[in-house]
């Protein structure tokens, strides 16, 4: 019998926007904000969406994408500061079975300009997992929503 693997990944993705911290923690913080650039999208259904932003508060998304397997990610707020930074524990299942946990923080820095965002995920992959290094495209996916949103003035 072999034992089951498990793949540490740790990166860290750093952004600009246009726009106050405020504004970006409100994207974060707001879940009609969240889901239309986080949770909506072409080629995926979303199946469920329900956000309690607050320490101890979760978050929960059911995706299929392009009409295959069901995806879940089941998150909780570990700690929230209005405008500065947001530390979240999340786990992704597709179907039924896990395939990683993650720790996440997102900080806010003012910049002349906007904000200087920087997004730091710690994660275990367990077999069949998406890995490192889709974890950080997706991300890097994802915060280029969060812009086009940002400019989009909605």
């Known amino acids: 019998m072999t034992p089951n693997t498990v ?3 740790t990166f860290v993705i750093e952004r600009t926007y246009g726009a106050p911290p405020a504004r970006v923690f409100a994207a974060f913080a707001d879940p009609a904000i969240k889901r239309r650039w986080f949770a909506e999208g072409k080629g995926s259904e979303l199946l469920e969406f329900t956000m309690d932003f607050r320490v101890g508060g979760r978050e929960l998304g059911r995706f299929r994408f ?3 397997m069901e995806m879940r990610n089941d998150t909780v707020y570990q700690d929230i ?3 500065w930074r947001i530390v979240f524990a999340y786990t992704m299942s597709v179907e039924d079975k896990r395939i990683s946990a993650s720790l996440a923080t997102i900080e806010l820095a003012p910049t002349a300009g906007g904000t200087r965002l920087a997004f730091t995920e710690q994660s275990a992959f367990f077999e069949g997992a998406d890995g490192p290094k889709i974890r950080e ?3 890097r996916t994802l915060l280029q929503r969060l812009e086009d949103d940002l400019r989009s003035g909605k």
């Open 7 to 9: 793949v540490h990944g």
């Open 81 to 83: 500061v209005a405008d």
């Open 66 to 68: 392009q009409g295959r």
């Open 137 to 139: 495209e997706g991300w």
